[in-house]
């Protein structure tokens, strides 16, 4: 049995070059004719978060302390200026909601597109790579685990967050909840890809050695999220940028324990030439 606890982590290559290779993924047909399916859905979330935000807009400007809603509707140049200001934060509070619940949503939808994608990836740029992923009925039903037990941590902290609009400290609720979402959705996104290619045991190796690496293409990753129209685009791309830079520590990982094998039996053989 090999201690892999005791190997050093593997050379990382720069990281934007897996930035470079999902564009290059991105532009196949195959892969561009899947991005339609959650661009769809993501238009047909926000369609109708919007939709809501607006008939219930009152509610998010219910969220700011009520001294500043108070002087906002008073008659003057500066309680104009606290209006528009009020407005502002409202609707910032509103697109961030959008964000969330968009974001939940299209969790569910990447635990059965991810599968697909990188069968893709893995036909495509790295055949030479042996994985043995799960069936697609097991990466999802994987996925599903992992969602429901995220989903009940997130939704309790969001709660707590919530709380704080009772005291009209709702959009401070709100920017915490964005850190608290960013755990979740990068939590959920990793698993889907991380199982897809390498056995558990090696995935959570992978998360011990990749700890600042992973989470600096995860805030990448994740920024685009709060980019209104182009986060209706970006579910593929974010699984295709994962995918290529699991492939390629999977890679040196393979090497390394071939290598060990090879130190091995060389040992043996020699000790056994040796008595």
């Avoid at 769809?40 to 969220?63: P, R």
Wanted: a neutral charge; glycine letters at 4%; proline letters at 5%.
């Amino acid at each position: 049995m090999i201690d892999t606890n005791n190997k050093t982590p593997f050379a990382r290559p720069f990281l934007m070059q897996y930035f470079s290779k999902s564009w290059h993924s991105l532009q196949y047909k195959p892969i561009l004719l899947l991005s339609f399916l959650p661009s769809a859905c993501a238009i047909a979330l926000w369609i109708g978060v919007i939709t809501l935000g607006i008939t219930h807009f009152d509610w998010f400007i219910q969220q700011f302390p009520n001294i500043w809603i108070a002087y906002a509707l008073k008659q003057g140049v500066l309680p104009q200026i606290s209006y528009y200001l009020l407005i502002f934060f409202a609707t910032l509070s509103m697109l961030l909601c959008g964000v969330i619940v968009v974001g939940i949503c299209m969790n569910i939808i990447n635990a059965f597109l991810t599968p697909i994608v990188v069968h893709f990836v893995h036909k495509i740029h790295y055949p030479h790579v042996v994985i043995t992923p799960p069936t697609f009925i097991e990466s999802c039903s994987l996925s599903g685990k992992l969602f429901l037990q995220t989903f009940l941590k997130f939704a309790f902290f969001s709660f707590c967050c919530y709380v704080l609009s009772f005291i009209g400290l709702g959009f401070i609720g709100l920017i915490v909840g964005v850190f608290i979402y960013f755990q979740f959705y990068c939590k959920n996104l990793n698993h889907d890809v991380g199982i897809s290619i390498m056995p558990k045991d090696t995935y959570m190796l992978f998360l011990r050695h990749n700890k600042i690496p992973l989470m600096f293409i995860n805030i990448l990753i994740f920024m685009p999220l709060y980019i209104p129209i182009l986060n209706c685009f970006i579910a593929t791309w974010q699984i295709l940028v994962l995918t290529h830079y699991m492939f390629a520590w999977y890679m040196q990982y393979i090497d390394s324990i071939t290598e060990t094998h090879i130190e091995d039996a060389i040992i043996i053989e020699l000790e056994s030439h040796a008595s």
